[in-house]
């Protein structure tokens, strides 16, 4: 009951148009249930009991008033076509307007745990379904209920006997439906699982493709395409198997109710209690009773694909975000970018503890360094200061102020982020440098470019600034993705600054460009370095050395060597590597 309330929710902007639909669902219905009977009047009065000219004027009149109906039912026909499908067609939209927001909100965990592929398949093909049965549900489940009672109605008042035993053989086809659709059920939920599982195996493998074809492993990936293909196929099979029999299942049913008109009506006619003109309405009206029963058909198998899409449509809007503002939580202005770690500890799903009371005091504008073995929990505590996880335990403090405290949009607005893998979105390089600020003019986006030394290089691209850098920046090299991510984070020119060894994957010659961009960058802001290569961090304020135990040392590079520990162990490995 509660997914139902869920669901008929989305109605509430569109109230208007779903009445509209019922109002023409009625009236195509009521027109449908009186042509029979009209059909019985002319038969029973007017071709036995009138003259010729009246036959003549009846059959005219009768006429134009048909004519009349079926136009109104031509734009019953016609509001149900487009606007109905409209109107589920804006619910679908709605939907997935509110599933893209909400895995907006959705913090890095939830992400750790769930396959892209998998979540393109909810938002894609579960809405459409689920966009079907907003339209067509309640439409044909009106229909059908309003000509099955109005055609038992009118056959009662024709003949009580022979309805009677139609309503008892329409029992059983109504018990053969409820069976078979408890069947199908549990195999379209298991359908939509297979082809998630293909669409996460077809969306990992070409987001990798260039590492499939480097290890020529095309047929590696055939082979677990074909198996995913494979499930998803034998699913179907079964469903089709079920749906076989619940469809010829009916169809015997219907053709035992036109045999049961035809025996019991031919027997009735016999004995003197039914007229010949009464089993042409029953005849008649069985079309009328049997189309109904086929929509509801139809509706059950519509019902149990949207309902099982809306479900799993619910599971994703239904995760709350682990992450999240207080209710009392403030901006955060005037940044000096003052950052303290105060018994800070911290696990992934709390197993395997990462950090631990971790205390570190950062002061406002300082270059502070971050080293130490893989594994040590260099990036994670990176990734605690912008609150993409959360802390099991301690306090982290920006300028005297916790960082739950503070509204997740203003904490996140005051740092930038230079990664190591850096993302490119689909568009041009323009639009990729303004994601640092969305809005900014064209020469504010040209200013960080010549920052971040990017400005030559772009110019000297065909189209400049407006290039399209492909999918995943796929036609820029790696030293020039670096440098519109930097030029991204000029622009979005916050007071505290994460470096992620963001030059650990690049030649010498591009890091040189990226070094000085960086050292730009860092002026006048707090900065925090992941480094993996030393030699980039001798300028450092201060270099921490992080380990699994938490800070092992911490000074100045000339006074890290001087000690002969940890740093400087790894500076010599670095060095003699060098040589």
């Known amino acids: 009951m509660d997914t139902l309330k869920k669901f008929i929710s989305y109605y509430k902007p569109?109230?208007?148009?779903?009445?509209?639909?019922?109002?023409?669902?009625?009236?195509?219905?009521?027109?449908?249930?009186?042509?029979?009977?009209?059909?019985?009047?002319?038969?029973?009065?007017?071709?036995?009991?009138?003259?010729?000219?009246?036959?003549?004027?009846?059959?005219?009149?009768?006429?134009?008033?048909?004519?009349?109906?079926?136009?109104?039912?031509?734009?019953?026909?016609?509001?149900?076509?487009?606007?109905?499908?409209?109107?589920?067609?804006?619910?679908?939209?709605?939907?997935?307007?509110?599933?893209?927001?909400?895995?907006?909100?959705?913090?890095?965990?939830?992400?750790?745990?769930?396959?892209?592929?998998?979540?393109?398949?909810?938002?894609?093909?579960?809405?459409?379904?689920?966009?079907?049965?907003?339209?067509?549900?309640?439409?044909?489940?009106?229909?059908?209920?309003?000509?099955?009672?109005?055609?038992?109605?009118?056959?009662?008042?024709?003949?009580?006997?022979?309805?009677?035993?139609?309503f008892f053989l329409t029992m059983f086809m109504l018990y053969s439906s409820y069976f078979y659709n408890k069947k199908m059920k549990y195999i379209f939920m298991k359908n939509r699982q297979k082809i998630a599982n293909v669409n996460a195996q077809i969306q990992d493998s070409l987001s990798g493709i260039r590492v499939v074809k480097s290890f020529s492993n095309e047929e590696v990936e055939n082979t677990k395409f074909k198996r995913g293909n494979m499930e998803f196929l034998e699913t179907k099979e079964t469903g089709y198997f079920i749906m076989g029999k619940f469809f010829s299942g009916n169809g015997f049913f219907q053709g035992i109710l036109y045999l049961a008109v035809i025996l019991v009506g031919g027997i009735f006619i016999s004995i003197g209690e039914a007229k010949v003109s009464d089993l042409v309405i029953y005849i008649l009206y069985i079309n009328i009773f049997l189309n109904p029963i086929d929509k509801l058909v139809n509706f059950t198998e519509q019902f149990q694909r949207g309902i099982t899409g809306f479900d799993r449509f619910l599971e994703i809007i239904n995760t709350e975000p682990d992450i999240v503002d207080k209710p009392n939580a403030v901006e955060l202005l005037n940044t000096k970018g003052k950052i303290e770690f105060k018994d800070v500890s911290f696990s992934y799903d709390n197993k395997n503890t990462v950090l631990s009371n971790l205390n570190i005091k950062i002061e406002a504008g300082k270059n502070i360094a971050l080293v130490g073995p893989s594994g040590s929990g260099k990036t994670t505590f990176c990734s605690l200061i912008p609150r993409f996880y959360e802390i099991d335990y301690g306090t982290i403090k920006i300028d005297g102020k916790d960082i739950r405290d503070i509204k997740l949009k203003s904490l996140r607005d005051t740092i930038g982020i230079v990664q190591q893998d850096v993302y490119m979105f689909a568009g041009t390089i323009k639009d990729n440098i303004a994601y640092g600020k969305p809005g900014a003019y064209e020469e504010e986006i040209i200013e960080a470019a010549k920052k971040a030394n990017a400005h030559e290089f772009i110019m000297g691209l065909e189209d400049?600034?407006?290039?399209?850098?492909?999918?995943?920046?796929?036609?820029?090299?790696?030293?020039?993705?670096?440098?519109?991510?930097?030029?991204?984070?000029?622009?979005?020119?916050?007071?505290?600054?994460?470096?992620?060894?963001?030059?650990?994957?690049?030649?010498?010659?591009?890091?040189?460009?990226?070094?000085?961009?960086?050292?730009?960058?860092?002026?006048?802001?707090?900065?925090?370095?992941?480094?993996?290569r030393l030699?980039?961090?001798?300028?450092?304020?201060?270099?921490?050395?992080?380990?699994?135990?938490?800070?092992?040392?911490?000074?100045?590079?000339?006074?890290?060597?001087?000690?002969?520990?940890?740093?400087?162990?790894?500076?010599?490995?670095?060095?003699?590597?060098?040589?």
């Not at 023409?24 to 009047?41: E, G, H, K």
């Not at 209920?145 to 309805?163: A, D």
């Not at 000690?563 to 003699?576: N, P, R, T, V």
Request: aromatic share 12%; proline share 1%; with cysteine.
């Open 464 to 532: 400049g600034y407006d290039t399209f850098v492909g999918e995943r920046g796929v036609k820029l090299s790696g030293g020039q993705k670096q440098r519109i991510s930097i030029a991204r984070a000029f622009l979005k020119n916050p007071p505290v600054l994460i470096l992620d060894e963001a030059t650990s994957a690049l030649d010498n010659e591009s890091e040189k460009y990226i070094q000085k961009s960086l050292e730009e960058l860092a002026k006048n802001r707090t900065t925090i370095i992941i480094a993996h």
């Open 535 to 579: 030699s980039t961090i001798k300028n450092a304020d201060e270099i921490l050395v992080l380990t699994e135990d938490g800070i092992k040392e911490s000074g100045t590079h000339e006074q890290l060597l001087q000690d002969e520990g940890i740093y400087a162990s790894l500076y010599k490995l670095q060095f003699e590597q060098v040589s």
């Open 14 to 166: 569109y109230k208007n148009m779903f009445f509209m639909d019922m109002f023409c669902a009625f009236t195509l219905s009521a027109i449908d249930l009186v042509f029979p009977m009209i059909v019985r009047y002319m038969l029973n009065d007017v071709y036995t009991n009138k003259t010729r000219d009246q036959i003549t004027m009846y059959v005219v009149y009768i006429g134009i008033g048909l004519l009349i109906m079926y136009i109104i039912r031509y734009f019953c026909q016609y509001y149900i076509t487009s606007w109905g499908h409209i109107m589920g067609a804006k619910m679908e939209a709605n939907m997935r307007s509110d599933i893209f927001n909400h895995l907006q909100k959705l913090s890095f965990s939830y992400y750790d745990n769930n396959n892209t592929g998998k979540l393109m398949s909810r938002i894609i093909t579960d809405l459409f379904d689920i966009s079907e049965l907003a339209h067509h549900g309640p439409e044909d489940l009106f229909i059908s209920i309003l000509k099955i009672f109005g055609s038992f109605i009118i056959l009662m008042n024709i003949n009580v006997k022979i309805t009677a035993i139609l």
